[in-house]
Nanobody
Framework: QVQLVESGGGLVQPGGSLRLSCTAS????????MAWYRQAPEKQRELVAV???????NYADAVKGRFTISRDNTRNTLYLQMNSLKPEDTAVYYC????????WGQGTQVTVSS
């Protein structure tokens, strides 16, 4: 079992930046795929970015060039650096880990508005 706790969400103006963190309750060095998903009001949850155990990232087209996913296995933490934020990035962002099962965090709200 692993518990995931997200932090770093908030209200930001268009064009601004935020960094989300997801801290795990155990070492993530043996966890292969970790990812960030998001869910906007009245929309389905969608994949934002995924990173392998070796650190290889992949991004949804909507965030390529603006978001960066990374992981620090020494701190048991997954990150999502979000730059050039747009109103359409407004959503609850969830951390995900696939290990012995599928694990989700509780989510953190990101609101992009002037």
């Amino acid at each position: 079992q692993v518990q995931l706790v997200e932090s770093g969400g908030g209200l930001v103006q268009p064009g601004g930046s935020l960094r989300l963190s997801c801290t795990a309750s155990r070492s993530i060095s043996s966890i292969n795929a970790m990812a960030w998903y998001r869910q906007a009001p009245e929309k389905q949850r969608e994949l934002v970015a995924v990173i392998s155990g070796g650190g290889s990232p992949n991004y949804a087209d909507a965030v390529k060039g603006r978001f960066t996913i990374s992981r620090d296995n020494t701190r048991n933490t997954l990150y999502l650096q979000m730059n050039s934020l747009k109103p359409e990035d407004t959503a609850v962002y969830y951390c995900y880990a696939r290990w012995t099962g599928s694990y989700w965090g509780q989510g953190t709200q990101v609101t992009v508005s002037s």
